[in-house]
């Protein structure tokens, strides 16, 4: 990724850290306070004070916005969940699977002008989450070439699943 202070951010492929937790009930571990045991298939790629959103678990209420607390080794992370250490919230039963994505940016962004610059073939494709996992734009190229949103629009973080091919570019205001 290019520089926070530079306008536009850019991003490419090798930018997009995701990992794939294990398959339910040992990819997801909760305990109290918020705390989840992360263990993944792979190498996960994250470090300590990293942000991540978990999309599409087994068990929806993992979705969402975490901090790593602790890495013990390159397949298991310590998680940290705001929304699951609220008082009184229940600890969540075990589960797995989904993806595990690292964070570009935690704050509020408002997103001027979204380009998707040379997707390089038909069914490559663009997916861009909040920090909460709400897709901002999944785009799937119909042919090679540039794409662009353009709708101005403020999103709480921002996440980037998958770039296949090409550059995304966003304006920032």
Not at 32 to 50: P, R
Not at 63 to 86: D, E, H, I, M, Q
Not at 90 to 99: D, K, P, R
């Amino acid at each position: 990724m290019s520089f926070i202070q530079e306008n536009p951010w850019v991003f490419t492929s090798a930018d997009v850290v995701t990992s794939t937790p294990a398959a339910s009930p040992s990819g997801l571990i909760a305990s109290a306070g918020g705390i989840v045991a992360l263990t993944t298939g792979g190498a996960h790629g994250l470090a300590v004070n990293n942000f991540v959103t978990i999309v599409n678990p087994t068990l929806a209420a993992y979705r969402g916005f975490y901090k790593v607390l602790a890495v013990p080794s390159g397949t298991t992370a310590t998680l940290f969940s705001p929304s699951l250490a609220v008082p009184g919230t229940a600890i969540l039963a075990a589960s797995g699977g989904g993806t595990v994505v690292l964070n570009q940016y935690v704050g509020m962004i408002r997103a001027e002008d979204t380009y998707w610059l040379n997707a390089a073939a038909a069914n490559d494709e663009v997916i861009l989450l909040t920090r909460n996992g709400v897709p901002i734009w999944d785009a799937i190229a119909p042919t090679k070439g540039t794409y662009s949103r353009s709708k101005p629009f403020w999103v709480q973080g921002l996440s980037i699943q998958q770039i296949s091919s090409g550059t995304v570019e966003i304006v920032i205001n």
